[in-house]
């Protein structure tokens, strides 16, 4: 059983920065694919920054140059740090991982006040 679990939500003004924790019960080195999402009411998740086992990123055109996604493997724990905030990037992120199924943390919230 895969267990993902985020941390490092808050609520924090606009300009400011949080980074988000995933820790992944058992070796993250087995994913193919990590990757970060988030989700406000009413929208679909968005992808916000994926990492591949080769350590190459990418990221939607919405945080580029603002966010960062990275992992240590000997800690089991991918992150997303995110730097000049905006309100709208206020939402649930998740820690999504696949090896070959995909699997879900159960999110942590941000808040960016204007």
């Known amino acids: 059983q895969v267990q993902l679990v985020e941390s490092g939500g808050d609520l924090v003004q606009a300009g400011g920065s949080l980074r988000l924790s995933c820790v992944g019960f058992?070796?993250?080195?087995?994913?193919?694919?990590m990757a970060w999402y988030r989700q406000v009411p009413g929208k679909q998740r968005e992808l916000v920054a994926v990492m591949f086992r080769g350590g190459s990123t990418n990221y939607p055109d919405s945080v580029k140059g603002r966010f960062t996604i990275s992992r240590d493997s000997a800690k089991n724990t991918l992150y997303l740090q995110m730097n000049s905030l905006k309100p709208e990037d206020t939402g649930v992120y998740y820690c999504?991982?696949?090896?070959?199924?995909?699997?879900w943390g159960q999110g942590t919230q941000v808040t960016v006040s204007s």
């Open positions: 999504k991982a696949n090896d070959n199924a995909e699997h």
């Open positions: 058992g070796s993250i080195s087995r994913f193919n694919v």
